[in-house]
């Protein structure tokens, strides 16, 4: 049944114009696939070769008013100019649009509805300005810590990128846009990304890298990006293989691959080989050559691209602007990446802001928390202290670096095109002064180069509350030497001394970072750091959701999608600032923390952990294997968790399998979660369905997933390693 989403309000040259969100079938749009592409084909056998080749290419950098446009269809069968934009966590470019929680964030929380309502509330926004094609979401995965975009994907665990990224499929798609799954694939770091190769095994690429985008197309996502390097020696906007063999033959792909930004290589390799649509259309960005337009016309006159393909190419491009129903009262473009002041003024925000608040606060990580430290108590307090640069503003505005391109102030969001512009930040010195009576005393310092100064004003003090960072992103911006990657797992801003020297002096140090991924932490077990608050990446409600979390409104319940390890050598793959352009990916399947498992190295916190200011007690693990195999179902895992503390909270029951030993696999792996939230005293039944896409591995010999023979356990606890119940069960393979 289709319903209609609240009325978006435009406001173009003074006039109000009103458009009607439609909400997607369980599909991941308004038509089926099959219903889409049988309006699409009408419409495109319409059309002669040149107008086929206008929908798949792009009318190149800044020369339209988005950061990426196709032609338009005009002169008998009309077809719009798509208008294609970042970012997987807003709208880069835009005003009056919401600047929420990175995608590494929101993966912090282990929340599938708030994961989905992120992505619904993007959607409502990128529609509201006309925007046809989100560039998002990012599912890259955090192969190596230091890599520079791993703040704008999901973590380490292709699992719990594959839920978070189809959920935010779900959500953007449920306003109509197309969603941009990227960037495809084995594109997981930024140095030499433009001139290396990934050489990986088959096994690895299906088990590990391919995953999310599995499930993103059962989700019905409607554009995938490929990306700027090489696949085994050959790009991978041109490769046969993972373009056409894979992702359009096995995962049965139906809409369309575009390029990301200048990744196009060639115009008959590249279409034969599967790609749909160019971006931003030109040779080099800026240039005024393009491999598609009136060349790819050529290469099918020549005949070196059959005409059916290009017909295949448009198809797949109208079929997904249909599928969504981009057809009916679709809003006007509403941005201009070119002259901001030009675009209509469209109010886009709503009350989105309560959705980034509330994911700041609940994607927060407890880390430690000795001595109940958290949650503070306002009336209690007399005077309190706050230090470090990381707690105040940016001196010059909170978007006064393109593209979040310098690292100045709190960190809310790291840099590259995965930004968008902050309509305001909370920082977290505003979050904690307005939650607190003017009687209670703050002391502060946001100069972070003289810890003996900072330790001095902490003196005295109830509680000192150390703000640290550490910030990357993409590899066109360098910040402080860091070329996109991070050169080291060190907080930024002398924060490590900055923390031992106030720990030195106090009894109650709390310290809150906020950080694109892991680091090292040298002061963990000083006995004066009380507490640790993993902040994550929170965007424009930073301080809210701190405030939230540091003063009990909000128990915090966020889980780490990474691992941190106690020594930069007990990672099996760091990225090198290095001219190495063969990357060769030996791990194999021990990605995060398979590699810490398999190897019997212990993290400083493990993959999956987080505190909470309440306790859960787990009951029983049990199993039903009496399914007969229905609904596709070969096991139910369930447990009881209670809460048994003194306050109300959320917990994170995980399931991790361990496969039979013939299957060759890493000890365990992510295959269930659920959060569940709990009042004092209140207990809940958590169940976990497995089937064969849980419980298969890739077979290299028959090229097809199988389960594999013999016996299968199931643990379940509070994360990757805290396992409080076990159960096995065997399986015939299939």
């Known amino acids: 049944m289709l319903v209609k989403l609240p009325t978006v309000a435009l406001l173009v040259l003074g006039c109000i114009w009103t458009t009607t969100d439609a909400a997607p079938a369980e599909n991941g749009g308004v038509l089926s696939w099959e219903e889409a592409y049988t309006k699409a084909s009408r419409l495109v056998g319409q059309m002669s070769l040149e107008q086929k080749v206008n ?16 032609y338009a269809v005009t002169g008998g069968p009309e077809f719009p100019s798509l208008c294609l934009q970042d970012g997987p966590l807003g709208v880069r470019w835009g005003d009056n649009i919401t600047a929420g929680v990175a995608g590494i964030t929101a993966a912090s929380s282990f929340d599938k509805k708030a994961i989905r309502d992120r992505g619904a509330y993007m959607g409502r926004e990128f529609r509201g300005k006309g925007i046809h094609v989100q560039l998002g979401p990012s599912v890259d995965i955090l192969r190596a810590p230091n890599a520079g975009r791993i703040w704008e994907a999901f973590g380490e665990d292709p699992y719990l990128q594959g839920v978070a990224g189809a959920e935010t499929v779900i959500g953007i798609q449920s306003a109509g846009v197309i969603a941009t799954a990227k960037h495809y694939i084995l594109n997981n770091q930024e140095t030499q990304r433009k001139n290396s190769t990934s050489n990986v095994d ?22 995938i990006m490929c990306s700027y390097n090489m696949i085994d020696s050959v790009w991978a906007c041109e490769n046969e293989y993972t373009l056409n063999t894979v992702l359009k033959g096995e995962l049965g792909f139906k809409g369309f691959v575009q390029s990301d930004w200048g990744a196009t290589h060639s115009t008959a390799l590249a279409v034969n080989s599967g790609l749909d649509m160019t971006m931003p259309g030109d040779i080099i960005m800026g240039d005024n050559y393009t491999y598609f337009g009136p060349n790819l016309t050529a290469a099918v006159e020549h005949g070196d691209v059959p005409e059916s393909r290009v017909t295949d190419m448009a198809t797949r491009i109208v079929a997904a602007w249909y599928k969504l129903g981009q057809d009916k009262d679709y809003p006007p473009i509403a941005v201009d990446i070119n002259n901001r002041t030009a675009a209509p003024e469209v109010l886009v925000a709503g009350d989105h802001a309560k959705y980034v608040r509330s994911m700041g606060a609940a994607a927060a990580v407890l880390l430690k928390n000795d001595d109940n430290t958290l949650p503070l108590s306002a009336d209690s307090l007399k005077k309190i202290a706050i230090i470090g640069s990381d707690a105040s503003d940016d001196p010059n505005g909170p978007n006064s670096c393109v593209s979040r391109g310098c690292s100045n102030g709190t960190l809310a969001m790291a840099w590259g095109s995965g930004t968008a512009d902050f309509p305001y930040l909370i920082t977290p010195y505003d979050g904690i002064r307005a939650r607190l009576d003017s009687s209670v005393e703050i002391v502060s310092t946001f100069w972070d180069w003289d810890p003996a100064a900072a330790a001095e004003l902490a003196k005295g003090s109830d509680v ?43 009894e109650n140090v709390v310290v809150v970072i906020h950080s694109v991924g892991p680091v090292l932490m040298p002061w963990i077990e000083h006995p004066n750091v009380k507490a640790v608050l993993w902040a994550g990446i929170p965007g424009q409600e930073t301080g809210n959701s701190l405030g939230d979390v540091l003063f009990g409104d909000v128990n915090p319940s966020g889980r780490l999608p990474y691992t941190i390890a106690r020594n930069i050598e007990d990672y099996n793959v760091i990225v090198k ?46 199993l039903n294997t009496n399914h007969k195999h229905k609904n596709g179902i070969l096991a139910t895992v369930t447990v009881q968790v209670r809460n048994v503390g003194e306050v109300h909270g959320a917990e994170i029951p995980q ?35 497995f089937t064969k896409t849980e419980l298969s591995i890739w077979d290299t010999k028959r090229h097809a997933w199988v389960v594999p023979e013999g016996e299968f356990s199931v643990h379940v606890g509070a994360s990757s390693r805290d396992l409080r119940g076990s159960v096995t069960f065997t399986l015939q393979a299939q």
């Open 577 to 622: 600032n290095e001219t190495v352009v063969s990357l060769e990916y030996t791990e194999r399947l021990e990605v995060g923390y398979r590699h810490f498992n398999a190897k019997g190295i212990t993290p400083l916190f493990e993959f999956g952990y987080g505190l909470s200011y309440t306790q859960f007690e787990y009951g029983e693990v049990t």
């Open 202 to 223: 088959e096994r690895t690429l299906h088990e590990i890298y391919l995953w999310p985008y599995a499930r993103m197309i059962e989700a019905g996502v409607g554009s």
């Open 464 to 506: 000192a509350l150390v703000f640290s960072n550490a910030d990357s992103g993409e590899e066109h911006i360098i910040v402080d030497g860091n070329v996109g990657d991070r050169n080291n797992l060190t907080l930024w801003h002398n924060g490590d001394a900055l923390i031992e020297a106030v720990a030195e002096v106090h």
């Open 655 to 689: 399931a991790y399998v361990t496969f039979p030993e013939s299957a060759g696999e890493p000890p365990k792996q992510l295959r269930g979660f659920e959060k569940v939230y709990l009042k004092k005293g209140q207990s809940a039944k958590v169940s976990f369905e």
């Open 55 to 70: 929908i798949t290419t792009g009318t190149k950098w800044r020369r339209t008013q988005c950061v990426g446009n196709t």
